[in-house]
């Protein structure tokens, strides 16, 4: 019938400007009818239009089923029947039913849609798959729009027995169901990480021999640092040459780094024996930088793996953890801090140059923002997957060759996600950069049950405690070190913790009390933007998880967005190129 009533090619040309009052082209496979207002000189052509689309509408006498469908209904009649509203649906009566299809395949109306709108039950009812991607003018060749197409179909076909109340409670509760999964710190990332990055981390560290590391494949060289469970020093890979390396002592361990014959250079950390803790601090220091590297490499140094050592000889005991990073540098924050010359021993290898056209204290303040918007874009990094380092520090943080400054140590980090290395009433700190409430959690928090477990709850824990709070004070001590020279020495940091514990952890208080008189010219400049952040980190905890900024809020701090630091390298950059 619908064929039938179809008028012909010219039909459409010779009304173009009633069915395309706006100049669109017909469609390739249907007339779109436009009804509304038109001017007066259009009258005219209307009711033209409408005589011709009465004759078109005559049905042919030889389909039996299209005659007796409209038995007694005239051409008349069924243009009056016509709705001018293509959503208004059929008229209704069995006479005209055939009739008014034919009229919607007409107007443009799919069938489906006006019987959906004539039917206030079916009005509700889901829009089949491939209208929904047609009516979005989505390429159906689109692999991506077919694997849509697919997954609109299956979820009408699992759905097509429900209410539409229950509908809506179905897609409810798989949409809070995905916020949760996805919420810090990543239920649904966990997951991913533990069953399919992980195990394809080892199967390729193994095929890299990263898991099968040797005492013989490295050489000591010059000591470097040492803390309460390892000792750092610098080393090499032995080269695969065959050529036998003399054991170095002495002078030539403070060379090896200038030793043309290593092209390999490595950072190596001795977990020292028969420290209590040390065992186990270097298990995880090892766990978590095979984790880290995972979530966040650019992050922390590239952790190359372990080895234990099969014999005593030189540095080497046996039966001794070693763990090894890949050279990126060996001075810290910390060997920088303890110069004169900070922050501006620092510009040149932030910047690439010496900044120009600057005063000295603006181009300290650059430096001294840039090392702090690293940190902060560091923890940002960890903490969204529940990592929370708990031993920021100057000396905790390396600052490479290129100028990236990478987290270290991670012996005393948590991953609260899964509960690894933490137990409520244990405190691993460094006095002077730990916050005031001295533990990660509140000490009432239970022990964390089996992993699946914990990390199924975790995202209700870190929105009631805010974990990740911790790491940011120590990072608003940094910057306070880094800003004001009498906190660079030891002994003027710690006599500044003990005037801030008796401020109430108050820096405006305690910036009006002290009387030291220190220069806070950095953290002054640009209105005091510094000062204002670090008011913010340098801070007591509200009870809700308040009072102190989030990594993701320190990072759209005015004294971030005003973006100097960023100009300057990139300027540095362009002048370098040319």
């Known amino acids: 019938m619908a064929a039938s009533l179809l008028p012909p090619a ?88 055939a009739a008014a299809g034919a009229a919607t395949e007409l107007l443009g109306v799919d069938a489906s849609s006006a019987a959906a709108s004539s039917d206030a039950a079916a009005a509700t009812a889901a829009v089949p798959a491939d209208g929904l991607l047609s009516a979005l003018h989505l390429d159906a060749s689109n692999p991506a729009v077919r694997a849509a197409g697919d997954a609109l179909s299956r979820l009408d076909a699992l759905t097509a027995g429900l209410s539409d109340a229950q509908r809506w409670a179905l897609f409810g509760f798989l949409g809070v169901t995905w916020l949760y999964l996805t919420a810090r710190p990543g239920v649904l990332s966990g997951a991913m990480d533990a069953y399919v990055l992980a195990p394809l981390q080892l199967a390729l560290d193994s095929v890299l021999g990263r898991r099968s590391l040797k005492m013989s494949d490295f050489v000591v060289g010059e000591r470097i640092g040492e803390g309460s469970f390892g000792v750092v020093y610098a080393g090499a890979v032995v080269p695969k040459n065959g050529a036998v390396m003399e054991e170095r002592s002495g002078r030539a361990r403070t060379t090896l780094q200038n030793d043309d014959r290593y092209k390999e250079k490595v950072i190596l950390k001795k977990i020292k024996v028969g420290t209590v803790g ?11 930088n095979y984790r880290v590297a995972r ?220 009387r030291r008189r220190p220069d806070l010219q950095i953290l002054d400049l640009d209105s005091g933007r510094g000062w204002d952040l670090a008011t913010k980190l340098v801070s007591q905890r509200a009870a809700n998880g308040g009072g102190r900024l989030s990594a993701s809020a320190a990072l759209r701090h005015p004294y971030f967005l005003l973006g100097g630091d960023q100009a300057a390298a990139v300027l540095s950059k362009l002048s370098l190129s040319k």
Not at 282 to 288: L, Q
Not at 313 to 324: D, R
Not at 388 to 399: A, G, Y
């Open 10 to 97: 010219t039909f459409a040309k010779k009304y173009r400007t009633l069915l395309h009052p706006f100049g669109a082209k017909p469609h390739a496979q249907r007339l779109i009818f436009r009804c509304g207002a038109t001017s007066d000189g259009a009258d005219d052509a209307w009711l033209s239009f409408l005589d011709e689309l009465k004759s078109s509408l005559q049905a042919d006498p030889s389909d039996t089923v299209a005659s007796d469908a409209g038995a007694g209904a005239t051409p008349d009649d069924l243009v009056t029947a016509l709705p001018l509203d293509p959503s208004a649906g059929p008229a209704v009566g069995d006479a005209t039913n």
């Open 278 to 288: 040390a065992k186990e601090c270097g298990d995880y220091e090892e766990w978590f």
């Open 295 to 514: 979530a966040a490499p650019q992050s922390c140094a590239d952790f190359l793996g372990s080895f234990v050592a099969d014999e005593t000889k030189s540095e080497f005991v046996k039966g001794g953890k070693w763990l090894v990073w890949k050279f990126e540098g060996d001075r810290t924050l910390a060997n920088y801090l303890g110069d004169r010359g900070f922050p501006s021993n620092l510009e040149q290898l932030m910047f690439g140059r010496a900044l120009r056209g600057l005063g000295t204290l603006e181009r300290d303040a650059l430096v001294v923002k840039q090392v702090m918007r690293q940190l902060v874009t560091s923890l940002k990094r960890i903490h969204d997957t529940g990592i929370v380092h708990r031993d920021i520090k100057p000396s905790n943080l390396v600052v490479t060759r290129r100028g990236q400054v990478k987290l270290i140590d991670f012996g005393a980090a948590t991953d609260l996600r899964i509960g690894k290395n933490y137990v409520p009433d244990r405190a691993l700190l460094d006095p002077d950069y730990c916050p005031p409430e001295l533990y990660v959690l509140p000490e009432e928090t239970p022990v964390p049950p089996p992993e699946p477990i914990a990390a199924i709850l975790s995202p209700i824990l870190w929105q009631l405690n805010s974990p990740d709070l911790f790491d940011m004070y120590s990072a608003g001590i940094v910057l306070m070190q880094m800003s004001v020279p009498t906190l660079r020495t030891q002994s003027g940091l710690k006599n500044f913790n003990t005037e801030l514990r008796s401020a109430g952890y108050d820096l405006e208080k305690w910036r009006r009390s002290t």
